[in-house]
């Protein structure tokens, strides 16, 4: 919680009331861009095979991201190589398999159906064989941020000037203000596996997805000295 402090006079104070009163805002926008997670495994016997393996994979992505106008492009999230074994706590029946690469990727599209459509079909005719993870977002949340905090801001004062002139009592000024990181939350997502062993694609897939609102909430806690009227 960080705090904004604002002192009155130590000769004042000790005559004012000390009220604390709390704002809550919440503020929602339509989604204006889908960021798609893109997982690639791989696996092969040798540690310099996997790697080869991986490689030929993002390769063939990257060829389908290029004819792709994207609002940010495709950027490595994660990426790691590990043993794998069959039986790995049993020492008497542990076989060593080879090796498994993981590498997950992102990439930010405008919200266009079609065009989602069109880059999961793709994706779907290579053999990358990527899971995919679709998540709609704002792609700059800080005007919803301001919003939110600014709204927040104006419900505590409106509640606190309510409060205090059923007690009989005028606000002076604001003693501290104590607020909250603004959180923003991303409702609707898809998640899926794509991995696709039917007839060959046509030039897109159709998908039919209703994203929710993104929604930014934040909360304060303004300290209010008052005086009796």
Known sequence: MNQSPTTAPD???TALTEMV??????VTSAPDAIELTLKVVAHHRTYPGVLKAMEAKMQQLRQVMMNVVTLRPMVTHHFNVEEHWHNRFDD???QFQGYNANHTVKVTLPVDMHLLGRVLADIGRTDVKASVQTAFKVLDPTSMRHQARQQA???AQESAMHIAQQ???R???VRRIDYNTPTAATPN??????TYTGPAFEDSVDIDLMPDNVSVKDEVSVVWLATAV
């Open 11 to 13: 000769n004042l104070a």
């Open 92 to 94: 008497e029946k542990r």
């Open 189 to 194: 997502s898809l998640q899926a596996d794509f």
């Open 153 to 155: 801001l104006r419900v």
């Open 21 to 26: 009163v709390s704002g809550h805002a919440q």
């Open 171 to 173: 606000l002076t000024t």
């Open 167 to 169: 007690m009989g009592m």
